[in-house]
């Protein structure tokens, strides 16, 4: 740990003051080719973003950068933004360097103190990578970063099914259930627990919501534009970002198609258990304190020096990303106020 620079987290950006629609794949920001050091991982948006270079090309970034990034690429709501990007930090990124990689472990910053190493990356299965992905396989099963065909094939025939050969609301609920029972038959570790339940439905919405041409009204995604951000982690030609900020509120819609409650197989495929203990998609707030509680405190039992210092910021802007509109929601300090 000594030999890390500690970097002081930056303050969180604040919401855009213009949200209309612009052009993002512009001259300033041209696709690029991944090369070989840099780091993708299991978010096609991130991935998109860092290879038109509105987050740092290698896909190393701190808070602040992917915060400002998903809000000007994408028009994000600054709330969203701010809870998803510290959830991610706390649990996959370097505190101490304030570094966050959106792909696997990096080797760009020298040793770091474990848990997690190096940098960190978007791999903690069950919290943001995670079961029943649109486009990758579950952990158990493969290759759970990496555009999967076959998956992208079946999301195809969805389109073709329930929507008249888009992506929408109706399909992603329609496919989102079909990834949930492919799972549980199976993926004898499928796990659909509290933050995961919130994230499978949050990236079936997300593609609604952020890769849908802003000049376009009809929220009906384009299946050749779908697989642009999917596989080849690329703004479509002349893409403008959508018209106003917007969050993730229709997950619900899509959840509700085909509810189920958070639960995971135990110890064998077809046997999904509830666990009531779990947060569901209705409980933000339990959400939050589970989150901190049975996540990140026990990632960081016993934390001290720096470590415990930028823990202690990390975990103060993480709450105040929290709506108002959430009643009675306490914050959590498991390392002291």
Not at 33 to 50: E, I, K
Not at 102 to 120: D, E, M, Q, Y
Not at 306 to 330: E, Q
Request: proline share 9%.
């Amino acid at each position: 740990m000594s030999s890390l620079k500690y970097s002081p987290p930056g303050k969180p950006p604040g919401p855009l003051k213009d949200t209309s629609s612009k052009l993002v794949n512009d001259a300033r920001h041209p696709w690029k080719p991944v090369r070989p050091s840099d780091q993708r991982g299991p978010c096609p948006g991130l991935n998109t973003l860092a290879s038109h270079g509105w987050l740092p090309r290698n896909g190393i970034a701190t808070p602040a950068q992917i915060i400002t990034a998903v809000q000007e690429g994408y028009n994000m709501e600054n709330d969203l933004a701010r809870f998803v990007t510290y959830a991610a930090h706390l649990v996959d990124g370097n505190v101490v360097t304030d570094l966050l990689s959106i792909g696997g472990k990096s080797k760009l910053t020298g040793p770091a103190p474990p848990p997690p190493a190096i940098v960190g990356g978007l791999n903690t299965h069950a919290v943001f990578e995670g079961d029943a992905s649109n486009t990758r396989s579950d952990a158990f099963l493969g290759n759970n970063h990496e555009f999967n065909e076959t998956l992208f094939d079946q999301l195809v025939g969805y389109a073709n099914k329930y929507g008249a050969g888009k992506y929408n609301v109706t399909v992603a609920g329609e496919f989102k259930w079909r990834r949930i029972q492919d799972s549980i038959a199976t993926n004898p570790e499928f796990n659909l627990l509290s933050p995961r339940i919130f994230t499978v439905y949050a990236e079936a919405v997300f593609p609604i919501n952020f890769f849908i041409d802003g000049r376009q009204t009809d929220r009906q995604l384009d299946l050749d534009d779908a697989r642009s951000f999917l596989q080849n982690m690329r703004f479509p030609d002349d893409f403008h970002r959508r018209n106003g900020s917007i969050g993730a509120d229709e997950m619900r819609d899509i959840a509700a198609i085909h509810p189920i409650n958070p639960g995971r197989n135990v110890g064998k495929v077809n046997n999904y258990v509830e666990d009531p203990t779990s947060a569901g998609l209705a409980d933000s707030c339990k959400l939050y304190s589970s989150f901190v509680t049975d996540i990140v405190q026990k990632l960081y039992p016993a934390p001290t020096g720096n470590l415990r210092k930028a823990l202690k910021i990390n975990l103060d802007y993480f709450y105040n990303s929290i709506p108002v509109t959430i009643p009675g929601c306490a914050q959590v300090f498991p390392y002291g106020s």
